[in-house]
């Protein structure tokens, strides 16, 4: 008997995982397919996951109709960590004789010499692997590393996927967006009936933008929730600052919601490219209710910067600054440093500098809310 299994959060499921177990079924020759939710990934240790019967809900949605693929709680109804080598043992001693495959992309590959006990895992499974956007003959290059560090080969998955991630999935519901495209239907179904990703207002405050400008709140906010998580910000505040933090950019003065507004003036007058921030905390706030002082400080800052920001305001600063369609000289370098390290402080201190330098080359006023900013973050650097 071949049996695979495939484990991961799946939250939520989505078509690339359903592409992957088909691919799996046919490549390994499988009899059986364990997909396996996890009740907290030892890579997610600290991040908020949906419940553990929502998660199972949409993988039995998800895989009702592929025969040999069997949907198992048994991780789930562990608690605690869910580390592979468990999951495989246990599956080992259900199954002695058969010939188990645990599943992976190339991404978890490249960690795999990481996890708890890898080599007591490949006693008990062989590593099946597959592509995800992966250049023709990677299977070689990772093949060698692998041999060289464990005395054995893995199996290859005749399949390369597609990048797609759940983290996107859950922007794109917080934006309102129907997820069809990504998900089962019945998936997009349980997902919006019980809200699981919903950020509120959030649709409303993109229609208030230009849909060139929408999408760009939309790309601001996956890439804040894609740095979140290690910066132990909560992800469900990134996408709601994301979402919302452009929401009074296309708005004229003299719009309705912003009757009562006038923008600070302790700081001299505010640029017409900063005055924006002020009036969409406004608007968040009066209008869509959000009463979460850093989503309101995070979108009120957001494109001045202000002395000692919180990291859910560094975050936002810098995913505006920096999501994929931002094209601009030290951008690259920019994004390098949002990456690295435990922090943002030293991209920031780089971001406020290239914005200052940029200023003053077109020779215009320099707000002093983002001077402040740049000699503060300069002295904690």
């Known amino acids: 008997m071949r049996i695979g299994i495939f ?23 499988l009899d059986k397919l364990i997909v396996m939710p996890a009740h907290t990934p030892p890579h997610k240790q600290g991040r908020s996951l949906s419940s553990n019967a929502d998660r199972l809900a949409m993988c039995q949605l998800a895989f009702a109709d592929l025969e040999k693929v069997e949907v198992s709680d048994f991780e789930l109804s562990q608690g605690g960590t869910s580390y592979t080598y468990l999951t495989c043992a246990h599956v080992r001693q259900s199954y002695p004789n058969a010939d188990i495959f645990f599943l992976v992309g190339t991404d978890m590959l490249r960690n795999f010499p990481f996890w708890k006990y890898p080599e007591k895992i490949l006693e008990m499974v062989e590593l099946a692997v597959s592509g995800r956007e992966d250049e023709e003959g990677w299977w070689q290059r990772e093949q060698e590393v692998f041999t060289q560090r464990f005395g054995k080969p893995f199996v290859k998955i005749d399949y390369n996927g597609d990048a797609v991630s759940s983290t996107q999935i859950r922007v794109l519901e917080g934006a309102g967006m129907r997820l069809d495209t990504f998900v089962e239907e019945k998936v997009a179904d349980y997902i919006e009936e019980k809200g699981l990703y919903s950020i509120p207002f959030a649709k409303e405050a993109l229609a208030l933008e230009k849909p060139s400008r929408a999408l760009h709140s939309v790309r601001v906010a996956h890439l804040a929730a894609r740095r979140a998580y290690a910066l132990h910000i909560p992800e469900q505040d990134a996408i709601a600052a994301g979402l919302l933090h452009d929401c009074a950019k296309n708005l004229p003065p003299d719009h309705p919601y912003l009757e009562g507004f006038t923008p600070p003036d302790e700081w001299g007058e505010v640029p017409a490219s900063v005055w924006h921030q002020f009036a969409g905390a406004y608007v968040a706030e009066r209008i869509f209710g959000v009463q979460n002082a850093d989503i309101l400080n995070a979108i009120r800052y957001h494109t001045s910067g202000r002395e000692n920001m919180s990291g859910l305001e560094k975050l936002i600063f810098l995913a505006d600054m920096l999501e ?32 200052i330098e940029f200023l003053k080359s077109k020779n215009a006023d320099i707000y002093p809310l983002t001077q402040n900013a740049y000699h503060f973050i300069k002295k904690e650097v």
């Not at 484990?7 to 020759?29: I, T, Y």
């Open 7 to 29: 484990g991961g959060s799946f939250d939520p499921v989505h078509r690339e995982h359903k592409n992957f177990v088909r691919a799996a079924l046919k490549s390994l020759q």
């Open 324 to 355: 994929e369609e931002r094209h601009y000289e030290g951008v690259e370098i920019l994004r390098e440093l949002f990456w690295r390290g435990q922090d943002l402080d030293e991209c920031l201190e780089e971001a406020l500098y290239q914005t």
